[in-house]
């Protein structure tokens, strides 16, 4: 059965000398090519809810299409390929004062996003060992001018 809602609840009304900051912050994080729909309708379902500061941190190669799709939204631009930075961009998002607010499911939700983090850094780093590896079993130093083990390419110093 499906009810059909007709009368909306209003947002209660702001002191004239209210800020956006008193109402609450929004970290989005999410976007990627083709997939740009999700943080930009994210941030604008939130803003009209009554939230005061919305922040999207998207890939810097859709950055521009989401902020064009959310423009009363801020936009961070993340790095294509590094997931430190997820890390950089809570720290300077929450601050450690706000902390002590949170709710115990967004302590929750705080330390899984952490969690993934984490996993995304340790499998970088992996990758990275990985490739070192197979590049001094090829005779090759990494960012080396590369060419054949044993000549033929550039001489390496």
């Not at 969690?115 to 590049?135: G, I, M, P, S």
Request: hydrophobic share 40%; charged share 20%; net charge negative.
């Amino acid at each position: 059965m499906t009810e059909k809602i007709t009368n909306v609840p209003k947002l209660p009304e702001r002191e004239t000398d209210a800020h956006k900051g008193i109402f609450g912050k929004i970290l989005i994080v999410g976007g990627s090519g083709g997939m740009i729909g999700a943080p930009a309708l994210t941030a604008n379902a939130a803003l009209r809810s009554g939230a005061g500061l919305v922040r999207i941190a998207t890939p810097s190669s859709v950055q521009l299409s989401v902020a064009q799709l959310a423009p009363c939204a801020t936009s961070i631009p993340l790095p294509e390929d590094d997931p430190r930075v997820f890390y950089e961009i809570i720290k300077q998002f929450i601050q450690p004062d706000e902390l002590w607010d949170l709710t115990n499911d967004q302590h929750e939700l705080l330390f899984k996003l952490l969690d993934v983090y984490k996993e995304a850094v340790a499998r970088q780093e992996r990758e990275a060992l990985q490739l070192q590896l197979l590049l001094s079993q090829m005779g090759q130093k990494p960012g080396g001018g590369g060419g054949p083990p044993g000549g033929g390419g550039p001489p390496q110093g």
